[in-house]
């Protein structure tokens, strides 16, 4: 039993004091506020439940600072995307995907959703493990102390066009299996273990035909679905001329959404789409950060929550890795369209920082007894949280103001130090063989 | 004479390799690309201008991270800001103000635009220096190792119906000198030094009724002239019922207009509105994260750009004090509307951020021999920058990767450690006593 104290902490009642936290098995045995402080491990600042990061592609990290060039088109960022995962290999994607997972952990995520589609050989050759990518993936988050869901991408079409599905592109090869039962024999071969669940994902309508998806979902039942849903006007312009639906009608139909499910982005969408996706019970995962530097758009994550949907989020692409951020931009975004403050309260925006069910982790994401014992404590004396009331921490801290983070119960990070080291300097090792030459 | 040197600086020309800086009497005597490192003092990662923020008013900083509780409306944000103002002296907002000038030290920010309209005492009564309030912001500046400029800004009525001007409200009264001449008198005895310099600010058409306005361009001739525009869709209905006009149509009529005057906010504009201030050269200057915390919207910084107004960038009421997030954001904005990426370059973002002509230091904001010697070094080996582009460092860094400041050739932060030592302590001392028995 190690015990921990903190003079704040948001507990599921609220902003609670002099919190003690007791910890056994990588579970809280007990959280009381009220307690003395005694001989437990100070923590400094205010303590809040380790973080979810529900939509990740780690190679896109790579990306970060580098696709805007005379200012940067949707194109220009595509085709930089493509040529990074050309030169993926297991190996350098370890490498990578060690130093992203580590820079998770600096920032408070204890959980990662993966949605992963770089599975084969740049020419589309299945590796002599056909798992070799996601596997690396795993042992990337075991090295780094995240948990990992790995959303094995179902990626069977190129596109879409109203005339149908398109063939995979040269530089797609890598993430096609073929056939949704070859994608289904590959995933079985996948096996969870303490840190790692495995999970799966429809790109997207455009990259999986319909008449896949009954099949998809039957394999991953009781597993956690994801789903890239209406990021750009284009998807539901195609699947309007082609099915003669939104996406979000198309996914209903064919039996995706539920409870279990998750629609990444749900940018673009029509007032019969949201109630949908609210009725169903699908989780929305917004990644504003994305959205806004890729121009995506605003999706109503506002509406949907009224509807009926939880909410999580995700960073995506990684321009920015940073739990606050994505928080006070998910409230942010809604600002700027509606005109209004306080759409979704402090604890609304925790709640979707922290939905680790969203990816198959229910047990994580309250300061409880029982839960995980998953915590991070964020300085309140940084120039940036200095003076701030600790129940609003969400308004103010960066990711550079966390002291402490524990998953598990099992400390990751101290005084700001990932227990790896540098991960500055392993991020740019993994990223500068990847730009030599190109 | 003083060298620096750093293997990457952000130049008028672009990014530069292995550049050196020399320094005499705070300027740069010399800026040469692809030049020996010697015996040059080293400066790590890639070198900027000094930044300058536009807008700021100082006291805002102890409302961050308190109006939010059960989400916060602007109502609630602007009691709490009227109950901190009444709790403002001289004395205590010369230890606020530091603090918070020496956190946008930190931020890499060199100059400081401070929109002053808190100026007597809470029942209006002036204080026996009728300026008290004003010098305890320029010595603040001092100490933090920033410079000043006061926009002393005239208040005269608490708002603007169809009917006409409001008296001032009781929490107002602290703001008001009655009239344009009590006001120019107050101004007239201020007066600049090194680093302060003097100029003035309408409140809006909202707190200055027109009859005001010619005198009080008079007075200010030759020296900058700031005034909020627009920021509500409220302001300028009022102004439409009143004065059968829009402001910005109304501050052109009477002359206020130009190439020393800087509109904040520009929100809500028509486009006769961005007509106007494109042909007068006016500068439009933004507060991105502000308008999107206070929900003001998104204003059409690109089509002034376009139309001939500079931009400028201000961190306003402090939410955040870091120029990247403000330069990040005002594309990410553009991007949120538009659905299109490269709305601005990175250098036009970097100009935006650098404005220190809207704010009267036009000899500031460039790194080249003659300009004021003032220097930002930004780490590319922090988890946020690693493996980024140097020359697309303002889409990745953040305030936190800022590693030496410069100004006038003056070192203010080494390390990333402000001269005055532990700048979260300065804050949590400066605003705690505000609040309490809040």
Chains 1, 2 share one sequence.
Do not use: K
């Amino acid at each position: 039993m190690t015990r921990y104290w903190a003079e704040h902490a948001l507990l599921p009642t609220g902003l609670a004091s002099s919190v003690s936290f007791e910890v056994a098995g990588g579970r809280f045995a007990a959280v009381t506020a009220n307690s003395v402080h005694g001989d437990a491990i100070a923590l400094p600042g205010v303590v809040l439940p380790g973080f979810a990061d529900c939509h990740s592609h780690a190679f896109h990290r790579a990306l970060r600072g580098r696709t805007h060039h005379g200012g940067g088109t949707f194109w220009t960022w595509r085709e930089a995307m493509y040529a990074v995962a050309a030169r993926l290999t297991p190996d350098s994607y370890l490498r990578l995907a060690t130093a992203v997972y580590a820079e998770m952990a600096l920032a408070g995520i204890t959980s990662v959703g993966e949605f992963h589609y770089v599975h084969h050989q740049p020419d589309g050759r299945p590796y002599t493990d056909p798992n070799a990518m996601g596997e690396a993936l795993a042992e990337a988050a075991r090295r780094a102390g995240v948990r990992l869901t790995l959303l094995d991408t179902l990626y069977l079409s190129g596109g879409l066009s109203a005339d149908g599905h398109l063939a995979l592109s040269a530089e797609q090869r890598s993430f096609g299996d073929g056939t949704v039962e070859r994608w289904a024999s590959r995933l079985a071969r996948l096996a969870p273990d303490a840190t790692t669940r495995i999970g799966g994902a429809i790109h997207s309508v455009r990259a999986v035909p319909r008449v896949a998806m009954g099949d998809l979902v039957e394999v991953l039942r009781g597993r956690p679905l994801h789903v890239h849903l209406s990021e750009q006007p284009a998807e539901n312009a195609a699947c309007e001329a082609f099915y003669g639906c939104t996406p979000t009608r198309l996914l209903h139909d064919d039996g995706v959404l539920g409870p279990l499910t998750t629609a990444v982005h749900a940018t673009h969408l029509t007032a019969d789409d949201v109630a949908l996706l609210g009725d169903s019970h699908t989780t929305g995962c917004f990644c504003p950060t994305t959205e806004r530097d890729l121009a995506d758009g605003i999706g109503p994550a506002r509406a949907l929550r009224d509807a009926g949907s939880p909410l999580s989020l995700g960073s995506d692409q990684h321009a920015v890795i940073d739990p606050f951020e994505e928080m006070r931009s998910l409230e942010g975004h809604e600002r700027l369209t509606s005109l209004e403050r306080g759409r979704f309260t402090p604890n609304d925006l925790l709640l979707a920082a922290t939905a680790h069910r969203s990816i198959g982790w229910p047990d994580a994401g309250r300061l409880e007894a029982g839960a995980r014992a998953d915590f991070v404590a964020v300085r309140l004396d940084s120039p940036r949280t200095a003076g701030v009331d600790p129940g609003q921490i969400v308004h103010a801290a960066t990711a550079s103001d966390i002291d402490t983070v524990i998953r598990d119960g099992e400390e990751v990070v101290r005084g700001g130090r990932h227990r790896l080291g540098d991960v500055g300097r392993l991020l740019t090792e993994a990223i500068a063989p990847l730009w030599e030459g190109a």
